[in-house]
């Protein structure tokens, strides 16, 4: 089963993870728009309120520490062979590396293992 679609991966936590990051992702998309940075988060995003991969606690932890360490996510929409960057992710990275050139401090990292991969 596409994992996309899968609902019984949605839960009260990733709900709440996911909703979250969504509403951060939107507002640095929204940004990134007005400096001609088009949206193109796909339809099942990860960072797009509502998808299953946006209820799913696993999915949220793996965003939240790709987002904090700098790891690329990848689109969950690839064809094989494509790598494609989530733009959400992206999004939060730009928001991320600004944050770190005012602050001068990083994020910390996260102290789980990214989940294993849902096929081999």
Do not use: Y
């Amino acid at each position: 089963m596409d994992p996309t679609k899968d609902h019984r991966r949605v839960s009260p936590l990733g709900k709440q993870m996911g909703a979250t990051m969504a509403k951060l992702a939107d507002r640095m998309c929204a940004s990134l728009a007005a400096e001609g940075e088009p949206d193109t988060k796909c339809k099942s995003c990860a960072f797009r309120l509502g998808t299953v991969p946006n209820g799913c606690a696993q999915t949220q932890s793996d965003v939240l520490k790709a987002v904090s360490e700098g790891v690329p996510f990848i689109c969950h929409k690839n064809l094989p062979g494509q790598r494609d960057i989530c733009h959400g992710w992206f999004a939060l990275r730009v928001l991320t590396r600004r944050l770190e050139e005012a602050t001068g401090q990083g994020l910390p990292p996260c102290p789980w293992e990214f989940s294993p991969p849902d096929q081999p």
